[in-house]
């Protein structure tokens, strides 16, 4: 059974960061590319970020230079690193597996339930 489970959301200060954290299991990671989303209230799920299995990275323009996303095979973890953190930021931030995909918006195979971030004064 695959599973994705997003931790490390929470409430931080415009200009603040965060560090958000996919534990993945029932898959072999270096088989997919793995990624975020983000859905803001009353707005579409948007693309964040995907790290394919040979290490390629890809941001949304709206987080370039901000945001980087990494992962640690041996610990089966993909990490989101999010700073100079914007208002705009809140949502709820999705992580993501797809075997074939690796940018932009549309499906993919396999989807976290969330957490939670919250940018405000």
């Known amino acids: 059974q695959v599973q994705l489970v997003e931790s490390g959301g929470g409430m931080v200060q415009p200009g603040g960061s965060l560090r958000l954290s996919c534990a993945v299991s029932?898959?072999?990671?270096?088989?997919?590319?793995m990624g975020w989303f983000r859905q803001a209230p009353g707005k579409e799920r948007e693309f964040v970020a995907t790290?394919?299995?040979?290490?390629?990275?890809y941001y949304a323009a709206s987080v370039k230079g901000r945001f980087t996303i990494s992962r640690d095979v041996g610990k089966k973890t993909v990490y989101l690193q999010m700073n100079s953190l914007k208002p705009e930021g809140t949502a709820v931030y999705f992580c993501?597996?797809?075997?074939?995909?690796?940018?932009?918006?549309?499906?993919?195979?396999?989807w976290g339930q969330g957490t939670q971030v919250t940018v405000s004064s």
């Open positions: 993501t597996a797809d075997r074939t995909r690796v940018n932009g918006p549309g499906p993919r195979d396999y």
């Open positions: 029932g898959l072999t990671l270096s088989n997919y590319a």
């Open positions: 790290i394919t299995w040979g290490g390629l990275t």
